[in-house]
């Protein structure tokens, strides 16, 4: 069974185009998937698929601003100055449409990059209502993003946060290509040539983001890596990094460490990581991404067993 619906954000009530694979009547579990910034839950449909041939109920939205979660078509990249908090929201909304409509159903979140931050953000504030985090390709923290959110606070009030500033978006690509410069435009996103032009052929992937959603960003990186804040219920929800060893995001290795270390730090005891050799940001669109899929479903299979 494969279903589009929205769900309006309780935040504002925008609607959040949502998808549902489901070919079970009682599934093992709910997985709940969150994109990463200019994508679509599309982008991570051969994961859901893979998931629910497997016998898990499979659900994903696109966040604010995503794919058909706008307004109008000139919204693309606009998270309607939601920030933070109304990403939050919206993670909570679609939980409790899961646990309406898959009652007595372990929830496990599986999020990458930008999502993985608004994961992360929406366990600091609530952490009973799934049974395990997935993170992938989280962005490790950057010092700079202070300095840049700043200047965006005071940008977007004089503009609105209308604007697109594609210069900017262009030159924090290209240092995050540094590395891979002699294979094309953003080779730092994934390794598989294939993927990268169907991303640059879908016009609701390659656009500039406004500089509201840049906020946004921003905004979720500073609460989650934060410690104020944190209502840690669940300290022993096991939650798995995994990360290409060559990712951009990660900064460094060290840095990768001390994104999962964080959670230790704030009150987390089941925190475990894997580096997939080669890999870079996409790991779920990556080649070899069947181990990836792999080492998620170990995850939630032993979770669900010793549960």
Known sequence: MKTH??????????PLKTLVLCGNEKPKAAVLFIHGLCGKIERMLPTMNHFADEGYACIGFDMR???????????RGYTYHGGSKAMTEDIRAVIGWIENNFPK?????????????AARTYLKSDDTHINGLILCGSPSFNPLSTIARLFLNVYNAATG?????????????????????DEGFQAWMCSDPEERQKFFDDPECNYTCTTDCSLTLLMLMKETYSKKGWHVANPSLPILFISG?????????????????FLNSVGYTDVSSIIFPYM????????GKESAWQAISEFISRERRDG
């Open 105 to 117: 159903t372990s929830i496990y979140l599986v999020a990458h990059s930008m999502g993985s931050l």
């Open 65 to 75: 601003g995503h794919g058909d979660s706008i307004k109008a078509e000139e919204d």
């Open 161 to 181: 946060g209308h604007d697109r500033l594609e210069a900017l978006q262009r030159f924090i690509s290209d240092l995050y290509n540094k590395d891979f410069n």
């Open 280 to 287: 870079r940001h996409e790991v779920l669109n990556e080649i």
């Open 5 to 14: 619906l929205y769900i309006k954000s309780p935040a504002d009530g925008l």
């Open 245 to 261: 060893e060559n990712d951009s995001c990660m900064i460094s290795m060290k840095k990768f460490h001390e994104s999962a270390g």
